[in-house]
Every structure is written in structure tokens, then in C-alpha cells.
DNA sequence: AATTAATCGAGACGGTACGTCGGGTCTTATG
DNA sequence: CATAAGACCCGACGTACCGTCTCGATTAATT
């Protein structure tokens, strides 16, 4: 998916002069996560950034209209392809999303996603709608995967898909939050266990 | 509730030249949250909170080791009695209990906990353990419901507790998460048709 | 006189491809000098200079190399004329070439021209000749008075020359020195009392 | 002398709070100029002024507006004790205070004097005084000069003073500004010579 | 007519310095 | 001692300009 979010200029196309490089977004957006995965949000530095882009700060800010945006774009570029999962059946359908999610926010670059939705959130910016819209992405990813399995008959017709929605993400989101540092490294094994239990919760008595 | 989380300095008692003044600690408490909830994170000044409290800087460091700390404290302060809820009934439990979450969430000093648990969950610094502690005391209230409803025979007794808390708890707060700052003013029906609506579908088929 | 001073690229006559905009050069110097008398040395800007010559920043620095190099050429074609004077006395004479150094040094761009040969004084730069090559013009038109006079026998044979001009010319230019912005207006007659002054204090018992 | 030109803050003596560091002043004003020295003024930065002095830049920022404040007074600073002379004379002292200026201008510090002066006349700050105090720093003391000078019945008790000083002080500066860099290493013997020259123009008929 | 080569306006580029702001510490004089 | 005030060092912020570069679009002289 991938959409800009915050996203560099609405983009008036009239080609005059110099055109922007087409290479430097992307290497500010890696430098970004880079800088922002070794150093973490405290020392996440714009001159940094730049620097490490092979970029002068100007290049940043004229796509970018602060520290905040660019962080948010960087971060968002990563929340892609959690979505797309197919294995056939309902319950693999979800350990699977909520696997990629759980995997998603024990990087730290996925977990700042989280952590830039939060400060959206109350900010009076005009960033409130990021979380928003990156909470749609993957609601509409799951919603895609009820309506799949209904199709196969896995799940009742009146399946109130939004609630499981919120249960599942919320359930993973409760559980990262709290591993602290060093318990971030869970076991690919580790993450099934407790993604399948709580999946087996949200589903018993409905396939 | 409202146990001291980092805590002003354990203060050891010598009671030597000019004793602390004892209304600092609450006004200073008292500012920052007000700060906090005016400017939002980034805006938020130990310069300010000292100026609104009427303190110097120096009071205020003497306290607090640092910017965190106090945050940590005035949010903490604040969260108190969420937990102890007892409607007569299972359902009703949940959802007393979900709709304070809910808006304890609202509230920019309640939403701060949140972000500062996220903070935490990252950052190498000591306070790790915050989001844990919060965690903890939502965690064991549910759990007290739950004992209850199974006492009084209104759920199975191999129910299981810790998704179930998981799921409402994270549902809530995905909820919450998608709300900008306008909407963040829900009449108390809004909410409680919200919650209703979560309660239901974790119940489902094990009332 | 107006000789170019650092002058736009020597210009190898090969002509293949489009020729310069004759017109540029002139709209450059003029908007150079505008720019300058109204923002001054700090306010100075290719950009703004460009901007208001109607110009891209590319033709600016296909004539002059840098900042500096611009402004000295807009500078130098003001400073013209000042030093062909010939009242039929010694005494006029004076007075009339003094009074126009006076009166080239109230204006801002006649003032550049001072501002920049006291730069050059000490900058490791190649534009060091720029003010020997300005004070020759000055002072090779002062000798040809003085000489007129020695002709005329209005003076002695053995005038010490190089000593008069510097008197003359320091003198008016340390006087306007003290002159701030408001005060730089002066009325013709007032130039000419204090010029005729200096003139006289100069001259007196060598008529 | 060196009174303070563009002087840090007008100074509410209040004392409260800690006090500044007296001894910071004086260092950034001698890092101010050496780095002046070093680098020219294209190349005198406030964060290296700093860094030199082993301060912080708010503690500059604190002290005088910006850059050319600091440097005016770091300048004028080095202004002094150029003024009082008393060889017995009237010609052996100005022969002596010109030298002085003559020598004054040679230093690239004293040489800054005059540029910003220059800068200062033409600038729409309210800097403009500044070449004016100092002019009146020299005048004064070459009207002291003269004074005794007349007193003693050494000159005239007509002599026009004022036209006096001008050319005196404007032949120096007109001459010194002829010097380009490498130029600018003068022997005493040359300095005296040249000034001799000049006084001996000025002063002549009037003993 | 097609090609070639230089110039043009526009504006993005890598840098560097600016002046400001905030964190956390330190130093006074006053309780 | 603690306190209020406020200066201190540090380092990041976002802005402004410099001088360079790269476009697409002219404009002539040369093929």
C-alpha cells in the first residue's frame, strides 16, 4: 500500500526548473528510519538525518515541513504489506495479519508508527488524521479477510466484523506495550503461540 | 489508588534548615498536567510548568530527576479508581469498567499514560517497568470481575481471563486511538453504546 | 570614465549558440544598486537581485563570479564623471571637485564604493586593486588641477600634490563618515560651505 | 577610553538570580577578535566566537544582539589610549597621534573600526552613532593637542581645528586604504616618514 | 530544414551560519 | 537547608543565502 501520509507538497505539476531528484526522497525516508531505529526518538536529529542522506537540510525541508512529518512518512513507508494474507482458511487468515502485526511492532521502526498515532491523536496538528488513516489500511485488510471467509461459509453472515477488528489489533497492541526493551526479541515460535490464543478467543463459537 | 510511579526523591528525613514546601509537589503536579494537556508533548516546558507553578526550576529538579519523571507522576497521579466496579453483573462490570477506560482515554492527562507507556516500551531509560505497573493494576481489576462473574455462576469457570482483558482493554484503545482531537468530546451515551457494543462481542456465547 | 572594474567574463568573441541579452547587463547592475541602497550590505541578496532584474540566478553568475564581483561592478559604474572640472581657478576647482566626491559619497552607491575598497584592504581576495585603482582615477584628476594651476601660476612649482590630495579627500570623506542615514541629506549649499572650508583651510598662504 | 559602543543591556541592577559571569565578556570580546583577526570577516562566525571562548552561544545571544553588535564593541574595545600624546611639540605630536592611527589602521582589528563605521553610516540600524562617538573620541583628542599647542604660542590662535583634524585623520585613512594585504607590514621608520610628510603639509605657514 | 551550441528563467541542490529555544546544572541572595 | 530567580553550556531547531546544477525552452550561426 503505502501511501504518502503527511506527504511532500500536494505536488503542483508545471515542470518548471530543476526537478526535484527522485532518489533523494527515498534516501531521506531510510536515513530517517535508520537514525530513528540506532538513536531512538530523543536522539533522532534532522542534521543527522541529512547528513547520513547525503543531502543538505534544505532538500529535507522542502519536503518536509518538520521533524514530525518527515518521521511519521518515514515510519509509514514501512506499514506496508502487513495486509495481504491468504492461506486459505479464516483462522490461518488471522494468526497470519496478526502475526505481521505483532513482528510489525516489535521493530522499532513499525512501533513508532504507534507511538507518532498516540501523539497525533491530542496534537493540536493537523497530523490527527494520520492514525486514522493508517488504522483504515488495515481495517480494511481484515475486513477483506471476513468477507472472504464468509464467502467459504467459515463464518456466520452477521459476523460483526469491526469489533474484531479492534479486538484482535488492540489485543496485540496491548501486548507489545508491555515488553519493555529486552523482551522485544520474541521467538517466531513465541509470537504464533500468543497471536493463535488470542485469535482462538476472538473466534470460539463463531466458525 | 495513585501510587507514586518514579517518585520525587525518596526524601530522607533529617529535617535540617528550611523544610520543603509541602503545596510545591501539588501545584508543580498540578502544572505540568495542565501544561501537558494546553500545549501537548512537544510543547510541554519544564520552564513553563516551573513559571505556572510559581516555582523555580531548582524546586522542581529537586523533585524530579528529569522532564519523564514528572510527566510520569502527574499522569500517574491522575490515575486512580478506574478500577473498582461492582454492578451486580458480569455484562454490566465490563461494561462499567470499559467505559472508564474509555474515558479516562479522553482525558489528555489519561491519554498521556498511554504515551508514555509507548515512550517507555522503546526507550533503554529505567522506566520501563511504568507501562508494566499500569498494566497491571487494569489487569488485576478485570481479573477480580471475572472471579466474581464465575463465582456467581455467570461464567464458565475455564473462561479465559488474560485475552479477554487483552481484547476489551486493547479494543478501547484502538477505539480511542482513531479519534482526532475534536471528536474527542463523546456524550457519555456515545460511549457507553460504543463499549456495549465490545462487551457483546467478547461475550458472545460464553454468558 | 567608468571602466569596468572585475567586468563580466572577458567574453571570447567566438558567438555560436544564442547571444546574452544585451539588456541583462544593464538590468543587473541597476537592480544590484537598488538593492543595495535600499537593504544595504546585510540585505543583500543574489536572489532578491535576480528577482527584481527579472533574471534567472544562472545569468547573474555567467557575468560575475560572485557577490562581490557584482557589486563592485554595479558600484564602479556610478563612480564616473566626478573628476573632469575646470572652473578657470584653482580655488573653483577644488572646491568643485571636492563638492563632487561629497556628493558622490551621500549616495548610497557612491558610498559602496567606499565600503568596498575598505573590504578589500584586508581580504586575502584579488579584488585588493579595487580601490588603488579607484584612488588613482581620483587623484590623477586632482594632479591635472594642480598642474593647470602651476600653469596658470596660481600655485607654487613645488605644491607638494600626493599631500593635498589626500587632505582633501580624507577630509570629505571622514566627514561624511560621521553623517548618519537621516542626516545624509544635505542642501547644496551646506556641501559647499564645508567643502569651501576644507578648500580653503588646504590652500591657505600657498595661493 | 574604550567606553562601550553598542554596550550589553542597558543593566537593571536588580541582583537576582545568578549573577553573569564577569569574566565571560571580556573572553568572548577577545575571541571576537582573534578569530576576526584570523579568519576576516566573511569568515568570523558567532559559533566559533563561542566555542573559542568556552561559552555557551546563549550566553553571547545574552549579551549582544547579534553578530555586528558583538564585533562593533569587541572593536572599539581595542579603541583606546591612542589619543593621549605629549612630545613637547605641536609638530612631534601630531606627528605621534597620527602615527598612532597610522598603526592603529595596520591592525586588522583597528582596521574593522572604520569598516564598520562605514557599514554603520549607510545601515538603517540604529548603529549609525557608532562612527560618530569614535570620531569624536580622536577629535577631542587632537583638539587637546591644539590647545596646548596654542597655549604654548606654538600656533596661531586662529587655526582652524576642526579642518586640522579632518585632513590629518582622513589623509591616514585615505592612505591606508591604498594599502593592499601584503602591503599592509609597514617599518616604524616608513610609518613616520609618511606621517611626517602629511603634517608637514598641514601645518605648513602656520608655525 | 536540420543540427548544434550557447543563453535564458526557474528553481532544486549541498552546505554553512544564523538567531532561538529548551534541557538540565549551577550560583547567587533570601527565607 | 530549601527556595525563586535566572545565568550557564550544550546542542537541535527551522530559515536564509551562497554558488552550483539541471531542467525545458529559446535563439542564432552552421551545416
Not at 114 to 128: F, H, I, N
Amino acid at each position: 500500500m503505502n501511501a504518502q501520509v503527511s506527504s511532500p507538497q500536494p505536488a503542483e505539476r508545471k515542470t518548471r526548473g530543476r526537478p526535484r531528484d527522485p532518489g533523494a526522497e527515498r534516501r531521506i525516508l531510510d536515513a530517517a528510519l535508520e537514525e530513528y531505529g540506532e538513536r531512538g526518538w530523543s536522539g533522532f536529529t534532522m542534521d543527522a538525518v541529512a547528513r547520513r542522506a547525503g543531502v543538505g537540510k534544505s532538500t529535507v525541508y522542502l519536503r518536509w515541513q518538520d521533524k514530525d512529518s518527515l518521521l511519521i512518512d518515514a515510519v509509514a513507508a514501512r506499514t506496508g504489506s502487513i495486509e495481504d494474507v491468504d492461506t486459505g482458511s479464516f483462522h490461518g487468515d488471522l494468526v497470519e495479519v496478526s502475526a505481521n502485526l505483532y513482528r510489525h511492532y516489535l521493530d522499532p521502526a513499525g512501533w513508532a508508527t504507534l507511538r507518532l498515532a498516540v501523539d497525533a491523536a491530542t496534537s493540536p496538528s493537523s497530523l490527527g488524521t494520520v492514525s486514522a488513516r493508517l488504522a483504515e489500511q488495515h481495517t480494511a485488510a481484515v475486513l477483506a479477510i471476513v468477507a472472504r471467509a464468509i464467502e467459504r461459509g467459515e463464518a456466520p453472515r452477521d459476523l460483526p466484523a469491526a469489533p474484531l477488528v479492534l479486538c484482535l489489533y488492540g489485543a496485540v497492541t496491548m501486548q507489545t506495550l508491555t515488553l519493555a526493551g529486552s523482551e522485544r526479541q520474541l521467538p517466531e515460535a513465541e509470537i504464533r503461540r500468543r497471536v493463535t490464543e488470542l485469535v482462538d478467543f476472538v473466534l470460539a463459537g463463531r466458525t
